[in-house]
């Protein structure tokens, strides 16, 4: 195969880089006076001035007095992000609800429908339908214009095109969600689409327990387990866009059957359905309630519901110890259920830690709840639809002017 | 934390990204005209003169006619790597072997020097005294600048100093060794430290079985089980360096205790005592020649080699789907003795990747033996060592012309 490392670089590439990095500061840091972003991007003054300038006349960022007091001397002027800027559809399909959210830069949930849904297999049209019936008005009663839809689901997608490879819990193999989505809206808007874990993991990494932190991982507990993975500061894709599925990592051989077809997989041996088995819930009734019913009873001391706790911890524990091994994190962030059950089992993963991982890594890392909790697959969701134009902020505006609302 | 997008790009960053990608193209893909530079970098004719220029007036590269004919009018010339241009000692300390090589750019191996070593603890001290003792004549005979030292070591290796956290099959735990090459050497030149498997793996990646993926995973069988993960084109590293160490993970919960504390580890089950001991081969023998042993009598049809070869194959294909569901690499290239063994137990491992991988990762990944073989662990230690002069061609020449040789 020939040896490609890509074209070179020409001085061209110097503004669209730097305003993409005013904009992503902005966007992640919340409102930044120009000293500051001087500060952070080491530019000089006047080029900081010149790129804030051009950001604004593309209508992604104001410039104000600032809004809380800063030090003495004349306040250095405060930049932040338009009210009335760009803004995405995030779309969450799940195993027990759908949810759509118009999000603006910076995070900023404007408006937000989840409604629940029946754990059973569908087919993928029905549920871009039922999307299209909660997000369709929440797009109608927004004015800023809309750039992008991003789409999170709990299956395994293909990177290069949003198609659903399987979505095992929802009953899909080979689905074309984005497609699927981009006609139900009728939308001349890029749809992107990328699995829950994975979004969750991106969301974490910037607005939630992996802020600041180049090598993390998180790990979502639901019916299925999934694993995203940060490395270096960027999420890990892999080939096809299927790395981090941790949750199809072996923890025992001789388990009980995966859906995978394989046996024993983390995901068997610690999902949702096994907590619930061993507590002695029915596992098909399974969702939140049934998950907090365990959580009630071993809080009253309950032994069965200690018990079952105790065996889910026990192999979370092997798990967790087999993906510090494997990516050397500094964190890893449990996330859906797993947060819930986190300080049942958090002894049992430290001690599985100290047992099963190389000292060197199991010695810095810590294992932390998710901080975004429920909103984490909506928030990375929007920021998977949010990267072109920050990779790149001369993309916007890229609708007709005399469709955005007036300034 | 804060938040850190780094800095911003200034004009100047421009010729030195460009300068590196140059020298990177000739280190890698060997002469080209600068006609072929133009179309690869993607940069004005111009451009890649003055670049090309800078580099030969570095004394890096030589431009000439082309030393093979090409098509009809005037031959582009040439331009190639300097024969005289800078070297690095490229150190293997493994666990049966010290081998040392000087290495120039283009991974040309000017020579290299291999001593056996008893496989029992030692201490740093001494192999580096043997290092300096068979490396010493090398460096004494050849002319060129050395630039770099870089060491592939059988342990894991903290990746901002050097420092070797453990190498159990040496008895070593937190040994200086950057340090100690360094003073032996009296060396002003910067020594880099490796992990035997990451620069196996950047080596195939650049010059074996690797070259041209993006996504792949080097997994290497001794006595212990190494992994070097390159994603995205890049080596995975982890918050310390420690990340790919996948002769860690649990395959066998219930397995036998394992060197780190934990038990069942992949590297219990398939490293090379593991093979050795179930053909009813004394393993504290180990080496070559013991696993040479076994394959000699499976040829034959030796009941008891032929089920321990089995034995292997099977842990290291539920090790190898576990890795495919994780890294979704496009290929995984077995080295070590790994590659030896791999024609009797690649069936197994396609069966393991059937039933064990998610069907996504599985159907698109090929796994295929070493290419570079013994040699991997030395060229991998040498691109180490060039790394900061590639990443940056302006750090050379950085001796004083006088010590160069005349051209």
Known sequence: MEIDLGQGRSTDQVRPHNLSMVLRYLHLAGPLSRAALTQRTELSRSTVATLVAELTERGL???????????????????RLADDGPVVLAVEVGVDSLAVAIVGLGGDVRSQVRVDRERSPVAAREVVAEVHRIGGPLLDAQPAPLVAIGVSIVGVVRRTDGLVRIAPNLGWRDEPLGELV??????????????????????????????????????????GVGGGVIMDGRPLRGADGYSGEVGHVAVNPDGRPCRCGSRGCLETEVGEPALLRAAGVDPTRGGREAVD??????????????????????????????????????????????????????????????????????????VVASRLGAQALLLGAAELA????????????GVPTETRRAG
Chains 1, 2 share one sequence.
């Open 61 to 79: 960022v104001v410039e104000g007095p600032p809004r809380s007091p800063s030090g003495p001397g004349r306040p250095s002027p405060e930049v």
């Open 182 to 223: 981009a006609e139900a809206f009728g939308a001349d808007v890029p749809v992107l689409v990328g699995n829950d874990a994975d979004l969750g993991a991106l969301a974490e990494h910037q607005r939630g327990a992996g802020v600041g932190l180049d090598d993390f991982v998180f790990l979502c507990g639901e019916v």
């Open 293 to 366: 019913e365990v959580l009630h009873a071993a809080a009253r001391g309950d032994e069965r519901a200690v018990r079952a706790l105790r065996e889910i911890g026990g192999w979370l524990g092997i798990g967790v110890a087999g993906i510090v091994n494997i990516f050397n994190p500094r964190r890893v962030v449990l996330g859906g259920y797993f947060a819930d059950i986190f300080r049942y089992v958090d002894d049992q993963i430290g001690g599985a830690l100290n047992s099963r991982a190389l000292p060197a890594t199991g010695a810095s890392v810590e």
């Open 386 to 397: 949010f990267a072109p134009l920050l990779a790149d902020p001369t993309l916007f505006p």
